[in-house]
């Protein structure tokens, strides 16, 4: 370990590792530390969606900021695949957010404005997806919204990184920065160094960070716990998408079938209520889901905040300290866009102003202002 | 492997050791083979509840087999322990069958005329279990229906049983019984032995061996599906039961919720349906079950008979083969009457000549007539 | 279940997959019946190299059927993928024989003459692969000799043919076979049915039905352990392969090291001594290996033959019996080329006739004569 | 979660939970606060040896303080199964301290002169261990050297801590205290509380908040990994140790061979490299461990201090917060002392002085002075 980096990244969940990456492109000199292993958290628990249009309703900044995310996975997955051996699991087809009401098909009213998304009525859905509910009415249909598979697309960002000349370290976490001779010390479990930029990508492991840095904002963990199932037959072509629920299949024949969202519950075990409540949820789109096969559950904590975006920027008082936090359910499809906006902050690229004023981390006072 | 042993038992689930082990202690010459590993198939998956009163009225037959083998537990678990060194997890304590309804009480009529039984009123079930739930109207309580842990059981009595003398084969099946010579000869994957005494204990994977010895009967699959949970707190005193399903609580910390009967399913797959449905009786009894955390899932084929009672006996033209099979779910509870008996047979001891007549392998035909 | 298929396949590893597979592809009626799952037994602990160079000096018969086998593969990943939503995990890069000592130098001498081999000096080896082993002498590098995601493959041809419309049935092995009205009745769990065509690919499981059509045959188990592990690093690009041993990356991040070779052992279980063989091997070729960290360990029976080749080919008394059994340590590398065979023998197509005279099923009665 | 308690424990592994149960028995309102989930750490990954004897010559103070532990033990089997319901696994035997050269048997000489430690000869050790290697010179044999089983007693204490009346709050971590109105403030994930007395049971986790309340001290991690394996056969029948490595025979059938020792390595995964140590190990005390089969691996971090005894006692500066952690690989054996200890400190009672000042935090700066 040397005494000293030019950047700091604390947390090596997909975040992380995407500004790692990032910055290693750019021959940067930087070094990210993670106190577990490389993606083992938040990451590894997620379904991989890249669901630009399935969070968002394709007008506010975020859906700008997600396309451009999305899109650079288009590039990524070749990259990362040659500089890490590692393939992402890259699987196109698209996603159906399905209509079972007119409410349903109300609040799909704005993305189908897009020219990204297509309604297809019953007839086509069924004909797509033979084994959809009966009750099906429709379905906004986004080609673009496809998927990876989250813990081999992280580690494809770290290895990348590291190929590039990053040092990942992982078993290693940090307990304290602090400001030392006009940069920051950074006091890891092996030792201190030196940095002068540090950037937190914590998830939401990283509030007792944040304090000690005087930041006034909290990550609020949302929970989401999902079952990873399989059928014997090749049941789903799509992403299916309904009320915050979704089923995922995956390039390695699995199907995730996802999410809960419990508030403040910081463990990371799977209940019973969780389990009940994502098979009724899979059998209201599919109902012969019921037949298909538990492999493993899991559960993962989303990193919440007080507005649903996350925090990307300047500490409003430390100009080399950077944020990178707070990405809801959004990591994976938000990775690249973070990485590359705070590689942009790092060596002084232009950055679109809407995204920076919509993800600063002190946006909450001037609301209140 | 030697080439001729007195006895050789066929399949190395709890029956089967139970038979090599009370054989073992009247030093006669077994091999036991099992062409997977012991205890592995249907015997893992089983709660382990001793239930000699929960699967009988109290007046059948089958009870006083299912009482003289539940009172062998409590010699058995010191004798295999010292022999083994291997705890099979005897949990006091006993079993709650709980009523929430005249009809669950009208059930209950025969057994509750059973010394071993008591009747508890609602207050009196709320003292013992604080979380049942409040439309509960009383329980039975059977004190002597304890539990034990099947994999552990059954790994103890197949070390005890070589501590013994017999030599059990793991990974060695036998493919085909023939007559040779007044003995029978014996094929298994390592090669051929002769027997004087062949006993089938095979559970419901028998079926193509049977055809072979031209035995008519057949064994039907009951796969039965069930949960492995944990909760922060002592949550369970007894072992709870309802409607065929119950939850174990073993001394190991964990619980059982179990299980599901699906006929004629030869798969060991866990269904999406199987786990809603345990979920949604385990909350009926507990609703605070809910919140119990998974661990893992398990399924298990019982192995099942026309009538429901097992086969215990000889072959109705071969003497000196003996059949051990389909205890359905009740394997573990009979494994040492099963095994005593068919130690009787082998050593010319007197047997019950009702257990003889209920457990007789061809009384389909007498029944007939 | 119908009552009648004009083929059905025994044995749902590989091999049985792709035989479905290929016969589904010309709309041959087909039905496939495994006792488990699709590719869990001997299939899902292999490598998944396609070692067509690997495996052979380059001269012999063997040699073109595996070359065509690999060559299918590159047609196949896309198709497998179209049909299934599975990526079979096709990994590019090669394999590095390497060369420790004259010996094995020397040993290399046939397999060096063929166009599709080519030899690197130490230094370039090195350059390649900077982990090695410092006492490198060179290796032999074939850059076809790719390799791909066993269990993925496998569940892939099955979804694959059952798009096609064949019928894949789990949970549901056969027990007997026999002739009844020109046809085969052919005996399973789930009840009889009746075929034009019974393919044998049953792998070393076979040898109970074996014996009964007659054959003299045996498969003979040779077991191999494996350990899964990763590393950190982005350590190494192409498959290493040493006297029998290998390290093969897998595109998912993962490496595997295998194989040992235990003649007769029907278990699959892993012991301290293969652990320590395989350990001690892959360190051999790179030292840092031992650096690695385990990530679970794995064993399969591979299915041997007296002479080293598959039996692919007509059942000596019964035309229409086809076996496609004991690909050794092959099976995924020659299930396309075996799946191509095997479907030209039901639709009348030519094959190639060395292929035909070296697999025959009763080329060892020729050989004695 | 209430706003006050009169004890705080930090730590939910064997130290912290055997400190709040005996803290609730003397009806002391005590919560503890676990970041995860009890016991997963460090605990979950000992063997369980209560070795007394072995980690001790005999004469020094922790010798006396072991030997009180285990002795508690006896008692705490019975009392812990009442409260909880769950086993502690407690397996009678004892251990053999193997001797194969004149320097293992010189090391044994004081421990021989302890009345507990019995010698037995070549011969004897033969006959106790029939398995054991043919080099063996003789055994030091320590009947009260028993072990239990680590997750499931501390799992106990916790349960038992639990129905005594403590407060046991998993996945919520402590990130800071601070002195508040003569209290203490404690800062958790869920919120603040007041505690009249802190306990630091943090393990090797607690480096930086050791830092926060001024301590000097750090702990060490030394990473131990192990290996749980089985036999077909019962195989043991006493603990063996050598060299720091030994094999533990559990009572539910399985074998646990330990341990590396790793210093200053943070991370829980198992190399290769501790793999092939171990099994070299095991191999030399039992030549046919080699056939033994792995089941799994596993890793955690003992808590190293200094001079190798733990750290329990008073902060030097601040009277009411205790510390309770360093117990490098004994944590599992000095936990009921431990416990009884920090009660001791809390409720006033005596606490034995040669104890005290083996243990006490600020001890470094008296033995430079």
Known sequence: MKQHYEVVVIGGGIIGCSIAYYLAKEKVDVALFEKGQIGLMTTSAAAGMLGAHSESNGEDTIFSFARSSQQAYLRLKDELYQLSGIDIGYKEGGILKLVFSDTDKHQLTPLLKQPTAEWLDKEEVKKREPLIAPNILGAAYIKDDVSVIPDQTCESFAKSARALGAS??????????????????????????????????????????????????????????????????????????????????????????????????????????????????????????????????????????????????????????????????????????????????????????????????????????
Not at 173 to 185: I, P, S, T
Request: proline share 3%; hydrophobic share 40%; with cysteine.
């Open 168 to 369: 990942i370290m992982e078993s290693n976490g940090v307990y304290q920065v602090e400001k030392k001779d006009g940069n920051y010390l950074v006091r890891t479990m092996h030792g201190d160094v030196e940095a002068n930029y540090v950037v937190f990508a914590t998830g939401v492991y990283g509030n007792g960070l944040f304090r000690q840095i005087g930041l006034d904002e909290e990550l609020i963990p949302i929970k989401g716990e999902s079952l990873i199932v399989h059928s014997e037959q090749h049941v789903l072509e799509y992403t299916l998408f309904h009320e915050s629920c979704y089923i995922v299949p995956r390039n390695n024949g699995k199907l995730v079938i996802g999410a809960t969202m419990i508030k403040k519950d910081w463990s990371d075990t799977v209940s019973l209520e969780g389990i009940k409540f994502l098979i009724e949820k899979a059998k209201a789109m599919i109902p012969s889901a019921i037949e298909w096969k538990i492999d493993h559950v899991q559960a993962g904590l989303r990193p919440g905040t007080f507005d649903g975006n996350p925090f990307i920027g300047r500490h409003p008082e430390e100009e080399r300290i950077l944020i990178a936090c707070g990405h809801y359910r959004n990591g994976i499809l938000l990775a690249p866009a973070t990485g590359e906006m705070i590689r942009d902050f790092v060596v002084g690229k232009d950055i679109n102003n809407g995204w920076m004023q919509t993800f600063r981390v002190d946006r909450r006072q001037s609301i209140v202002v």
